[in-house]
């Protein structure tokens, strides 16, 4: 088996979904993200999601297309930082977000 081969076969194992296998749709996206930014991006067709820790750009392709019955071009994962701080009373948990692409022709309708 050739080097090229080899990595042929590991983008097809990483390109599986791994979430996906343990939990269902709704258990990998968590909520919208509705701030000022996310507002105005949907204007350029991107959504942002909070989504599970576990769960990787096929995971959340898939259970968005099963949820809101859209074909997502591209999606982007950002993990979140925790932003606890010993001497303010705000403590931020961290988390794992996704940045939904659409093409123009599609729509999400998120809660506001």
Not at 32 to 43: I, R, Y
């Amino acid at each position: 088996m050739t080097f090229r081969q080899k990595l042929q076969q590991r983008a097809i194992k990483n390109a599986s979904p791994k979430a996906l296998k343990r939990f269902a749709p709704h258990d990998i996206i968590l909520a919208p993200v509705l701030t000022e930014k996310t507002h105005g991006q949907q204007e350029e067709h991107k959504y942002v999601f909070k989504v599970h820790k576990d769960a990787n750009k096929n995971d959340v392709k898939l259970a968005i297309a099963y949820l809101y019955h859209v074909n997502p071009i591209k999606i982007n994962i950002v993990n979140v930082p925790y932003k606890g701080r010993s001497q303010r009373k705000l403590v931020r948990a961290d988390y794992k977000k996704a940045i939904v692409t659409l093409s123009e022709n599609e729509k999400i309708e998120v809660g506001v």
